[in-house]
């Protein structure tokens, strides 16, 4: 049989069925939202399965394409720390997807049936035979192309030759579904023989390696021995860019994850502050309903450290059943969620899994919470004196300060109104945590609103600093003058200007060499420093206008010397400006096109021509673009092409995706402060059934003790709404901040009075929701019942 106070306790709890419910429910959500910091290391492991499954390379190396034999490849593997290399060749065309042109580009596989680096595996079908072609699955995933085996592939490529190919199946690779979710083109797999035939060369323009000391100090010696040994084949001109080179345990896209699971984390930490405040309120109440009784306890010979072990029982009781539903949701949440987002962007499927650290923490902080929030309320039940103990009524009367004064000369309101506004006077420690509780999910629900709408305008910005209304880009042989004067010749085309990007290294960071014209089309704006001039262009001088968010996290201002590190080796440049634009995630340095060719050793080059068209409108931009890449394909270009219309709503739709994931988690807390609001008006009206009696007897009618909670009800939104408006523009300040600390991305701060209002009238209908069913018990309340009330 179970100890008096083990019965006590238990007592506590089923005493008032609805309000246990409430905190029980209140501390699993919490728990529950613990499960976010799972989601890294369960997408870690599924994508370790698929870096082992895959043989991921660990160094990746471009270059123009190459004939490569088997002594050759031979000679390279035999290199010390190679252990496997695979020669891979591609060629960007376009697929026609009914009277869709879509980007696709199509990998060529030396050995289809004998793969050891970067493996393609079948998922469906069967592996590409000779001229047959075989999709990869994150084409489908991310609506590109939903090609299946049968299905009949039309290609453009090089020269403008079509091409009828039969798909065999569906495949995965981790580079090719990466291409696809980053450039949004369609990935296809063939054998080597199929791409030469559409690009129109012979060879090898990318070699995968994997290595048996993978660490980055061996992987940079190792490439220098690759590049060695390539000198001594007929045709190889150098690198076309940096190395790839693959951290151990690192895979695409890890960093981002491991950067959105930080901003998920403050949604973490805010639910568990809620979560907090809301217990805290609740068990305070518990303990103050019950001052007689621990009187009476204390008046009979209880020691106040037995009376208190009968409450930290009782909230070991609760946090026991929270902890144990709580983190049993967050292991359902943390996998479905993980699922998700390996699904969406991977193509990769998760499985069930736990992180048992996560579930250890989950238990604990399930377990101590409750107790360490009543301490409080227990040790002020303990020092209340026993007279007055045993006189309490345990109903409040409502007290003389300030406050009630002011809620008593409401008379111009109606009489149930102003009851229910002196309500909330009476317990004034519940009702500014119940209202904390309301201003913590308006603040969030603001902050979170506020990121979505800086999120688009930071896109917006970025996009708008671009003049162009088309890109056409290379990944072949560079343009030269020729494909210039080819587009200045299509119809439509009013102007266009040659740039060159190559990637680059600075200050041990990735950045992004944009060789551009001294009056370009593109909108630069500078925090610092000037442009440089037709003279430096001429002049192939070294000097560089640098982003500001790479300069901030590198330590470097205006005036300072850099050493860049290209595919063409070392090169000084002197930082004369720095820009607040937000290129290539804010890592894009600016320099004079004739440094840029000077530096790549490509005279009259360009990877990236920058075109307006007559009329600046999208429709325009679409006939243009078709015009320019049927032209350039005929002459044998390799190209792809971006409409700028078309990229700002993508990224602004991908920007919008990310967001609405932060904000339908955020709404955890909008939950919490809901089920908080309905705790409290559950113990208003369980604590004033003789008071509703009263009322009821006197004349009352049930639409008036109606109108009375839902007053009280709704007052407590109102006054959780106004504090959340300040609450939530600093919360938005603190997210944008952790999004520069983490994202190394500005964004504007944005706070538009019409989320505000949205805030308002949410709260306010959600309010009036949760309080249908207390209110519905109070109302049916029969007097002689709520008399008799103890």
């Given at each position: 049989?179970?100890?008096?106070?083990?019965?006590?306790?238990?007592?506590?709890?089923?005493?008032?069925?609805?309000?246990?419910?409430?905190?029980?429910?209140?501390?699993?959500?919490?728990?529950?939202?613990?499960?976010?910091?799972?989601?890294?290391?369960?997408?870690?492991?599924?994508?370790?399965?698929?870096?082992?499954?895959?043989r991921l390379a660990d160094v990746t190396v471009t270059m123009r394409p190459v004939e490569l034999t088997e002594a050759d490849l031979?000679?390279?593997?035999?290199?010390?720390?190679?252990?496997?290399?695979?020669?891979?060749?591609?060629?960007?065309?376009?697929?026609?997807?009914?009277?869709?042109?879509?980007?696709?580009?199509?990998?060529?596989?030396?050995?289809?049936?004998?793969?050891?680096?970067?493996?393609?595996?079948?998922?469906?079908?069967?592996?590409?035979?000779?001229?047959?072609?075989?999709?990869?699955?994150?084409?489908?995933?991310?609506?590109?192309?939903?090609?299946?085996?049968?299905?009949?592939?039309?290609?453009?490529?090089?020269?403008?030759?079509?091409?009828?190919?039969?798909?065999?199946?569906?495949?995965?690779?981790?580079?090719?579904?990466?291409?696809?979710?980053?450039?949004?083109?369609?990935?296809?797999?063939?054998?080597?023989?199929?791409?030469?035939?559409?690009?129109?060369?012979?060879?090898?323009?990318?070699?995968?390696?994997?290595?048996?000391?993978?660490?980055?100090?061996?992987?940079?010696?190792?490439?220098?021995?690759?590049?060695?040994?390539?000198?001594?084949?007929?045709?190889?001109?150098?690198?076309?860019?940096?190395?790839?080179?693959?951290?151990?345990?690192?895979?695409?896209?890890?960093?981002?994850?491991?950067?959105?699971?930080?901003?998920?984390?403050?949604?973490?930490?805010?639910?568990?502050?809620?979560?907090?405040?809301?217990?805290?309120?609740?068990?305070?109440?518990?303990?103050?309903?019950?001052?007689?009784?621990?009187?009476?306890?204390?008046?009979?010979?209880?020691?106040?450290?037995?009376?208190?072990?009968?409450?930290?029982?009782?909230?070991?009781?609760?946090?026991?059943?929270?902890?144990?539903?709580?983190?049993?949701?967050?292991?359902?949440?943390?996998?479905?969620?993980?699922?998700?987002?390996?699904?969406?962007?991977?193509?990769?499927?998760?499985?069930?899994?736990?992180?048992?650290?996560?579930?250890?923490?989950?238990?604990?902080?399930?377990?101590?919470?409750?107790?360490?929030?009543?301490?409080?309320?227990?040790?002020?039940?303990?020092?209340?004196?026993?007279?007055?103990?045993?006189?309490?009524?345990?109903?409040?009367?409502?007290?003389?300060?300030?406050?009630?004064?002011?809620?008593?000369?409401?008379?111009?309101?109606?009489?149930?109104?102003?009851?229910?506004?002196?309500?909330?006077?009476?317990?004034?420690?519940?009702?500014?945590?119940?209202?904390?509780?309301?201003?913590?999910?308006?603040?969030?629900?603001?902050?979170?609103?506020?990121?979505?709408?800086?999120?688009?305008?930071?896109?917006?910005?970025?996009?708008?600093?671009?003049?162009?209304?088309?890109?056409?880009?290379?990944?072949?042989?560079?343009?030269?003058?020729?494909?210039?004067?080819?587009?200045?010749?299509?119809?439509?085309?009013?102007?266009?200007?040659?740039?060159?990007?190559?990637?680059?290294?600075?200050?041990?960071?990735?950045?992004?060499?944009?060789?551009?014209?001294?009056?370009?089309?593109?909108?630069?704006?500078?925090?610092?420093?000037?442009?440089?001039?037709?003279?430096?262009?001429?002049?192939?001088?070294?000097?560089?206008?640098?982003?500001?968010?790479?300069?901030?996290?590198?330590?470097?201002?205006?005036?300072?010397?850099?050493?860049?590190?290209?595919?063409?080796?070392?090169?000084?440049?002197?930082?004369?400006?720095?820009?607040?634009?937000?290129?290539?995630?804010?890592?894009?340095?600016?320099?004079?096109?004739?440094?840029?060719?000077?530096?790549?050793?490509?005279?009259?080059?360009?990877?990236?021509?920058?075109?307006?068209?007559?009329?600046?409108?999208?429709?325009?931009?679409?006939?243009?673009?078709?015009?320019?890449?049927?032209?350039?394909?005929?002459?044998?270009?390799?190209?792809?092409?971006?409409?700028?219309?078309?990229?700002?709503?993508?990224?602004?739709?991908?920007?919008?995706?990310?967001?609405?994931?932060?904000?339908?988690?955020?709404?955890?807390?909008?939950?919490?402060?809901?089920?908080?609001?309905?705790?409290?008006?559950?113990?208003?009206?369980?604590?004033?059934?003789?008071?509703?009696?009263?009322?009821?007897?006197?004349?009352?009618?049930?639409?008036?003790?109606?109108?009375?909670?839902?007053?009280?009800?709704?007052?407590?939104?109102?006054?959780?709404?106004?504090?959340?408006?300040?609450?939530?523009?600093?919360?938005?300040?603190?997210?944008?901040?952790?999004?520069?600390?983490?994202?190394?991305?500005?964004?504007?701060?944005?706070?538009?009075?019409?989320?505000?209002?949205?805030?308002?009238?949410?709260?306010?209908?959600?309010?009036?929701?949760?309080?249908?069913?207390?209110?519905?018990?109070?109302?049916?309340?029969?007097?002689?019942?709520?008399?008799?009330?103890?």
């Amino acid at each position: 049989m179970l100890a008096a106070e083990h019965r006590l306790s238990v007592t506590d709890l089923l005493r008032r069925p609805a309000r246990t419910f409430f905190t029980v429910l209140t501390l699993a959500i919490a728990v529950a939202s613990i499960s976010f910091f799972a989601i890294p290391p369960l997408i870690d492991d599924a994508m370790q399965r698929e870096v082992r499954d895959g043989r991921l390379a660990d160094v990746t190396v471009t270059m123009r394409p190459v004939e490569l034999t088997e002594a050759d490849l031979a000679a390279l593997v035999a290199l010390p720390n190679v252990a496997a290399v695979e020669a891979r060749s591609s060629v960007d065309a376009r697929v026609l997807i009914g009277e869709r042109r879509a980007p696709a580009r199509l990998i060529g596989v030396r050995d289809l049936s004998d793969q050891t680096v970067d493996v393609v595996r079948v998922e469906s079908g069967a592996l590409p035979g000779p001229g047959e072609l075989l999709a990869d699955v994150q084409d489908a995933n991310t609506g590109v192309y939903d090609g299946a085996a049968g299905d009949t592939v039309t290609l453009v490529g090089a020269g403008g030759a079509r091409a009828e190919l039969p798909l065999s199946g569906r495949g995965r690779s981790l580079p090719g579904g990466e291409q696809v979710q980053d450039e949004s083109v369609v990935v296809l797999y063939a054998d080597a023989e199929t791409v030469a035939g559409l690009s129109g060369e012979a060879g090898f323009g990318g070699l995968a390696l994997r290595l048996e000391d993978p660490d980055p100090a061996a992987a940079r010696a190792t490439v220098e021995r690759v590049r060695g040994q390539l000198a001594t084949v007929d045709g190889f001109e150098g690198f076309s860019n940096l190395p790839a080179i693959r951290a151990p345990g690192d895979w695409p896209g890890r960093t981002d994850t491991e950067r959105f699971a930080q901003l998920l984390g403050v949604i973490t930490v805010l639910a568990l502050i809620s979560a907090a405040v809301l217990v805290s309120n609740t068990l305070s109440t518990l303990v103050a309903e019950q001052t007689r009784e621990i009187a009476v306890m204390r008046a009979v010979g209880a020691r106040r450290r037995q009376v208190a072990s009968v409450y930290v029982r009782t909230t070991l009781l609760l946090g026991a059943i929270g902890a144990v539903v709580g983190t049993l949701l967050g292991i359902l949440m943390s996998w479905a969620l993980a699922g998700y987002f390996a699904t969406s962007f991977w193509a990769v499927d998760v499985g069930f899994g736990v992180a048992p650290v996560v579930v250890l923490v989950s238990l604990l902080v399930g377990l101590a919470a409750p107790p360490l929030a009543a301490l409080p309320a227990i040790r002020r039940a303990l020092r209340v004196d026993l007279r007055e103990a045993l006189e309490a009524s345990g109903s409040a009367t409502g007290g003389t300060d300030a406050v009630d004064r002011a809620l008593r000369r409401t008379t111009f309101l109606p009489r149930v109104a102003q009851l229910g506004l002196r309500n909330v006077g009476r317990r004034k420690r519940r009702s500014m945590a119940t209202a904390a509780i309301v201003a913590l999910a308006v603040g969030n629900l603001l902050a979170v609103m506020a990121l979505a709408e800086s999120a688009a305008d930071a896109s917006r910005a970025s996009w708008g600093s671009h003049l162009e209304d088309v890109q056409i880009s290379t990944a072949g042989a560079p343009f030269d003058d020729r494909a210039l004067e080819t587009i200045l010749a299509t119809p439509g085309v009013a102007r266009a200007q040659p740039v060159l990007k190559n990637a680059v290294e600075l200050a041990g960071r990735e950045a992004f060499l944009w060789g551009v014209d001294p009056d370009p089309l593109f909108r630069y704006r500078l925090a610092g420093g000037r442009w440089f001039d037709a003279g430096e262009d001429e002049a192939a001088a070294r000097v560089a206008v640098l982003e500001r968010n790479i300069a901030e996290s590198a330590g470097i201002d205006v005036g300072d010397r850099v050493a860049l590190t290209t595919a063409a080796g070392e090169a000084d440049f002197e930082i004369i400006g720095l820009a607040t634009n937000q290129q290539e995630n804010g890592t894009a340095l600016y320099v004079p096109l004739g440094t840029a060719r000077d530096l790549l050793q490509r005279p009259s080059a360009a990877s990236t021509y920058w075109i307006g068209t007559d009329s600046g409108e999208e429709a325009a931009a679409d006939r243009v673009t078709a015009a320019v890449e049927d032209r350039l394909a005929a002459q044998g270009y390799e190209v792809t092409s971006e409409i700028r219309y078309v990229a700002e709503r993508d990224e602004i739709a991908a920007n919008s995706t990310l967001t609405t994931t932060i904000a339908v988690l955020g709404f955890l807390i909008v939950a919490m402060s809901m089920v908080g609001l309905a705790n409290a008006i559950t113990t208003n009206v369980l604590e004033r059934t003789r008071e509703i009696g009263i009322l009821r007897s006197i004349g009352a009618r049930a639409r008036d003790i109606r109108r009375i909670f839902t007053t009280e009800g709704v007052a407590l939104a109102l006054l959780g709404w106004l504090v959340g408006i300040p609450l939530g523009y600093l919360l938005t300040r603190l997210i944008l901040r952790l999004v520069w600390e983490v994202v190394e991305v500005r964004l504007p701060v944005v706070f538009p009075p019409g989320n505000v209002l949205i805030a308002l009238v949410g709260t306010t209908v959600l309010a009036l929701l949760v309080l249908v069913l207390p209110v519905r018990r109070a109302v049916r309340f029969r007097p002689g019942e709520a008399l008799r009330y103890a």
